[in-house]
Nanobody
Framework: QVQLVESGGGLVQPGGPLRLSCAASGGIYGFVMGWYRQAPGGKQRELVATISSGAVTNYADSVKDRFTISRDNAKNTVYLQMNSLKLEDTAVYYC?????????WGQGTQVTVSS
């Protein structure tokens, strides 16, 4: 069983950067790792970015050229570097690990973009 713990969320001004981390309790080699987010107001959880075991990345159009996902398999950690943050990036950000039929989620970390 993989357990995921997110960290790095907080309050940031528009245009600022923030880096999220997701630490896994076990090895993440072979897993597709991803970041998802759920904005306030009952919106659905949406994909932000994924990274395969071979480091192939995929991004939502809304974050392309601003966010970067990366992974360090030796540290069992996935990162999300967020730059040029916008008000609409405000959400709870969740880490996800996927391999075959397995799906694991973290508890989420709050990111608030506000002036």
């Amino acid at each position: 069983q993989v357990q995921l713990v997110e960290s790095g969320g907080g309050l940031v001004q528009p245009g600022g950067p923030l880096r999220l981390s997701c630490a896994a309790s076990g090895g993440i080699y072979g897993f597709v790792m991803g970041w998802y987010r759920q904005a306030p107001g009952g919106k659905q959880r949406e994909l932000v970015a994924t990274i395969s075991s071979g480091a192939v990345t995929n991004y939502a159009d809304s974050v392309k050229d601003r966010f970067t996902i990366s992974r360090d398999n030796a540290k069992n950690t996935v990162y999300l570097q967020m730059n040029s943050l916008k008000l609409e990036d405000t959400a709870v950000y969740y880490c996800n690990a996927r391999i075959g039929p397995q799906r694991h989620w973290g508890q989420g970390t709050q990111v608030t973009v506000s002036s």
